[in-house]
Structures are given as C-alpha cells and as structure tokens.
C-alpha cells in the first residue's frame, strides 16, 4: 500500500530515502531547545511567546 506521503513528490515521483544527519539532528535539537527557552521569557508578547514555542515543537 503506498505512503499518502508518495504524493507529495508528484504522480510516479516516490519519495527518495535519505541516511540520517547527525549534525542536522543537533542543529533542530539545538534550535528547538533554544526557542522553547526563549518561550518561557515573561516580558515577550503571549503572541510571541506562542510563536516561538510552536516552532520549537516543530523543530523537535
């Protein structure tokens, strides 16, 4: 049964496999780990502080 992710590559284009990247795992780690911190400062706007904290679940 095919992934409903083979369609985002377009009709007969399957999705190519790609061997893990250790520093690419620590880069989102790190920009994640960062960005929740930074979520958690009190004189940021609640709109930022949301902003941030969702991409920081993004990224981890």
Known sequence: M???LD????PGKPLKMEAPDRS?????LHSG???LTDASH???????R???A???AHAL
């Open 7 to 10: 369609n985002l590559c377009g």
């Open 42 to 48: 009190p004189g940021l706007s609640v709109e930022s």
């Open 50 to 52: 949301f902003d941030l």
């Open 33 to 35: 780990m960062a960005r």
């Open 24 to 28: 690419e795992i620590d880069g989102l």
């Open 54 to 56: 969702y991409n920081a």
């Open 2 to 4: 095919p992934s409903p």
